[in-house]
Nanobody, 115 residues
Framework: QVQLVESGGGLVQPGGSLRLSCAAS????????MGWYRQAPGKEREWVASITSGGTANYADSVKGRFTISRDNAKNTAYLQMNSLKPEDTAVYSCRRSLINNHYWGQGTQVTVSS
């Protein structure tokens, strides 16, 4: 059974940094594409960043230059390094694992950017 567990969220001041982790169980992690999504209160979930099994990363325009997605296949873990955080980055961040036509979601971790 595939499980995803996010961690690393919290309260941070504007301009600060956080690193989110997404630990995956199950096989074939290295063959999976990984993505980060977020949902702010009253808004729909939006895509933030993704990284393919081959290591190609893509970012939403709103986070480009500030966020970095990475993965460690030996640890079955994906990361999202978030720098220069803004209040509008406040949301629940969730990771998604995609393998062929199967998608798995974690429960999410809260990120709050506030002074």
């Amino acid at each position: 059974q595939v499980q995803l567990v996010e961690s690393g969220g919290g309260l941070v001041q504007p301009g600060g940094s956080l690193r989110l982790s997404c630990a995956a169980s199950g096989s074939f992690f290295s063959a999976s594409d990984m993505g980060w999504y977020r949902q702010a209160p009253g808004k729909e979930r939006e895509w933030v960043a993704s990284i393919t099994s081959g290591g190609t990363a893509n970012y939403a325009d709103s986070v480009k230059g500030r966020f970095t997605i990475s993965r460690d296949n030996a640890k079955n873990t994906a990361y999202l390094q978030m720098n220069s955080l803004k209040p509008e980055d406040t949301a629940v961040y969730s990771c998604r694992r995609s393998l062929i036509n199967n998608h798995y979601w974690g429960q999410g971790t809260q990120v709050t950017v506030s002074s």
